[in-house]
């Protein structure tokens, strides 16, 4: 039980910010430590290019919208988002070449592999390197999985194309908040790497609310994707 306790508070911890996937309309919100996971694979093998430290965040905390639904605890709230990125580059090529890839790299995997709304891109290059840099390693997160039951949500979640799985970092992978003035679910899922992510999020969304009596609004949290 201690083991599983302290397993649980470490993938909470290493989540990082709670980031808005789509539009406030979507209710749908991703770990950063699965997005920035996404974003690394995308750029693992551009030549002459170390990806280093990466952040995503608000681009302007001004400029957020209300979500549609509750959302998880500590997310961020729908609006344009930052990426942020460090890295290295050898003098094979010019430097505006590989900032220009990385940039365009990154910009993509954000927003059509994952849907997140990004609007800013943020280059520092750290260092210049004398040979050309292995491609490396990509930590994949891998939260706390949730064995099927019989609750229909999670019934509903899982028949959707996409879904790799529930998962379960904030307590439960399906959670229902019944003291709001209208029932509010939220469920965690983990997303395969070959769907869009907030398509999968979408679809949860709605195959939820659809089944569950009252048809309540539903928030989709993804704490994984590969």
């Known amino acids: 039980m201690t083991d599983r306790l302290t397993q649980s508070v470490r993938h909470r911890l290493g989540l990082g910010r709670l980031l808005p996937l789509g539009s406030a309309r979507d209710g749908a919100w ?25 952040r995503i965040a608000l681009a302007d905390p001004e400029s957020v919208h209300e979500p549609v639904v509750p959302p998880p605890p500590s997310a961020l709230p729908p609006g344009p988002l930052r990426v942020s990125a460090e890295f290295a580059a050898t003098a094979d090529e010019p430097l505006p070449t590989a900032v220009a890839l990385l940039r365009a790299g990154l910009a993509t995997a954000a927003t059509e592999l994952l849907g997140l709304a990004v609007a800013e891109v943020d280059l520092t290059v750290t260092a210049l390197l004398d040979e050309e840099p292995e491609a490396a390693a990509v930590r994949q997160p891998e939260p706390p999985s949730v064995a099927a039951t019989d609750d229909p949500a999670a019934a509903a979640a899982l028949a959707v194309p996409g879904v790799a799985g529930l998962t379960a ?9 019944a003291a709001l003035p209208r029932r509010h679910v939220q469920v965690e899922v983990a997303v395969d ?4 992510a907030l398509e999968v999020a979408r679809a949860v969304r709605e195959q939820v609310g659809r089944v569950l009596p009252g048809h309540p609004t539903v928030a989709v949290l993804v704490t994984a994707v590969g």
């Open 169 to 177: 970092v904030l307590g439960q992978a399906v959670r229902s908040e």
């Open 193 to 196: 790497a070959d769907h869009r």
């Open 30 to 54: 991703i770990a950063e430590e699965a997005a920035e996971a996404v974003l690394r694979r995308a750029v693992r093998e551009l030549r002459g290019v170390r990806l280093e430290a990466l």
